[in-house]
């Protein structure tokens, strides 16, 4: 009886607080990682400001949640056992990070302005742009989708409905990762703010094309 009355108390309960307050830990955790995702937030922050800047981690956010989609509907899982989709999509990682790593150090310079938030550079500022560029950093991780296969159990109640719980460990993840995102793009736009050099913003961008490059240097090496 004890253990049936346990059996429906845990159905009654989807997932507990301690178990939700140890997933905020872990998702502050996750996203504090340096990684592309926090390379590609500081470049944005760098190039176009926090206002306009953050709309890289929407795209980050948006490719997060995707990637959890992946994982839990079982694509992840293909390409936890597959060595060649893991590779496929490592590789295809790899040349947009360097991709993106060339465009930031070939970039203008941008001084971004205290009064007004704007940039004095030429380049044309683009929403859309920014969020596919979020997304397709995160989505050409496998990393994150075999990840993310890795910690989902450890959060789960096996005795209550699992869709619920997809959903809180999802908006959790993606909101702890747009809060983290959100810091790294604010700290690059307020040292920008300080560069009123353009040589200065110049070997900023360099440092930061760099990153992307080391950040696809770190990916070729990844192994499954």
């Not at 140890?22 to 926090?50: D, E, H, W």
């Not at 997060?64 to 056992?81: E, K, M, N």
């Not at 742009?129 to 997304?135: N, V």
């Not at 409905?161 to 995102?181: E, H, K, N, R, S």
């Amino acid at each position: 009886r004890r253990q049936r009355q346990m059996c429906i108390r845990d159905r009654l309960h989807t997932m507990t607080w301690a178990v939700w307050i140890n997933l905020c830990f872990a998702s502050f955790a996750i996203s504090l990682s340096p990684g592309p995702g926090a390379v590609s937030s500081m470049a944005s922050g760098l190039r176009y400001g926090f206002p306009r800047g953050y709309w890289n981690a929407v795209g980050l956010a948006i490719g997060y949640a995707t990637q959890y989609l992946i994982s839990i509907i079982g694509v992840g899982a293909i390409l936890a056992t597959s060595p060649i989709a893991f590779e496929i999509v490592k590789w295809v990682g790899v040349l947009y990070l360097l991709y993106l790593g060339y465009k930031q150090i070939r970039s203008p310079v941008a001084i971004i302005r205290i009064d007004d938030a704007s940039s004095t550079t030429e380049e044309t500022f683009s929403t859309t742009k920014l969020i596919y560029q979020g997304m397709l950093v995160n989505l050409t991780n496998p990393k994150g989708a075999v990840f993310l296969i890795a910690i989902t159990p450890q959060f789960l109640n096996v005795n209550a409905p699992v869709i619920p719980q997809y959903i809180i460990i999802c908006a959790t993840l993606v909101i702890a990762d747009m809060t983290i995102m959100a810091g790294y793009t604010g700290l690059a736009a307020k040292i920008m703010k300080f560069m009123h050099r353009p040589h200065h913003a110049a070997r900023l961008n360099k440092v930061f094309g760099f990153l992307f490059i080391m950040a696809a240097i770190f990916m070729a090496l990844l192994r499954k």
